[in-house]
Each structure stands twice: as C-alpha cells, then as structure tokens.
C-alpha cells in the first residue's frame, strides 16, 4: 500500500526548542515483537518486470535503542528452487540513535536524501533534515517511522544462492495501518527496487525460526 502524505503536519510541530529534551518513540501497535507482513518487491530492470512475493516477520524490537531485527522471505525467485529467507537487522531513525544519514553501506548523503524523498511522509521533514541534517526533529510522535533495514545473511540456502545481499532497504512504516513501503540500496543493483508490505493477522505469513536453526 502506498505511503498516504501527512496534510496536516507542519514542519514546526516535529522541531525541538534549543532546551527540549528528545522522546523515545511511543509503543506501536503494529511494530511488535511476532508481527507478519506480505506484500511485493519489484525487482525490474531495463531487460525485464519482475516482482517477488514476499513475507516479512518482525523477531525483535527495541524502540529505546532504535533496533529491530526479523526474517524476510522471497517466494518465486527464478533462480530458487525454494524460498529464500534471510535475517535482517534495523536501524530506527530516532535522531538519538540513528540519523537519517547512513555513513556506511557505500551510500553518500546524497543517495539517502535521493531515497528518503521517494517516500511523500518525509516531505514535511525534508527542510529541516537539509537544514541541519534534522538533529533537532522530535519525531516521537510523528506518524510514520523511517528505518533502514540490512541482511545480515541466507538463513536456508548458501551464498551460491544467486541473489547478493549486499545492498539494504529504505523503509518507511505506517503507524496507523502498518503498511510499509521501502527502496533498496545497492550501487551494483538496479536503483530504487520497491518493497510493498501490508500488515496481517495471518500467523503463517513470515518466515518463523522453528523451522531453522540461526547461524
């Protein structure tokens, strides 16, 4: 589901004064330890349309520390003869633990500003994050929450898989109905490959450790 712009949200609301103290983020109904999500990833190039089906469960999750982790699970790959599941880790920008500049991962400013933008929340945000790289933002309660999500490694097939997983993901959620929407990021991939998520109530979406032992 596409992310829905915020009308009503000005800039000033989400700008801390010189002597405010920065929130954590409040607890989301739909950001939790065990939550599945299902959705799409296109992952098209110049040659061909292709999109993956795609499930995604949440195995952890510390909004204090701006951290969460779970499992993501690629259905219809060509190259696979099952599907391919990988463990993923999260960075929640917070400003007090992470900024919306990446500083690693072979992406420059300039490239997060370039994927931030594709996301229409970040819109209200954007001058202020150009400004001052958004240190000052307060977005505790803002209704949407910006990550980064990176693969950590194959949880059921090797590295001679022929998928990489060098790049990460963008990733913009939806407070309200916990959809996500998210860009990968990888210089050696083709650019902005789109993630689509939905929240779902179903327990069999998203890949489950009982099945597997971790690495």
């Not at 010189?18 to 330890?33: D, E, H, I, K």
């Not at 696979?80 to 991962?105: L, R, S």
């Not at 958004?134 to 929450?145: A, E, F, R, V």
């Amino acid at each position: 589901m596409p992310v829905r712009v915020l009308e009503n949200v000005a800039v000033s609301q989400t700008v801390l004064g010189p002597n405010a103290r920065r929130g954590s983020f409040q607890s989301c109904s739909l950001l939790r330890v065990g939550q599945a999500f299902s959705g799409t990833q296109n992952v098209s190039s110049l040659q061909k349309d292709e999109a993956w089906r795609v499930n995604v469960r949440i195995q952890g999750c510390d909004l204090e520390h701006g951290y969460l982790c779970g499992t993501m699970e690629a259905l219809n790959v060509p190259m696979a003869d099952t599907p391919v599941v990988t463990f993923w880790e999260g960075e929640i920008v917070d400003i007090k633990n992470y900024t919306f500049f990446t500083g690693k991962w072979e992406a420059a400013p300039e490239d997060d500003i370039r994927h931030w933008t594709k996301f229409p929340s970040f819109s209200p945000i954007l001058g202020q994050v150009e400004l001052d790289g958004g240190k000052n933002l307060d977005l505790s309660n803002y209704p949407y929450i910006f990550m980064r999500w990176k693969e950590q490694y194959f949880v059921n097939v090797g590295t001679d898989c022929g998928l990489t997983i060098a790049g990460f993901y963008y990733v913009c959620f939806s407070c309200s109905d916990g959809s996500i929407s998210g860009f990968y990021y990888d210089p050696n991939s083709s650019p902005f490959q789109k993630l689509e998520l939905k929240s779902t109530n179903d327990g069999r979406s998203g890949f489950s450790f009982s099945s597997y032992e971790l690495q």
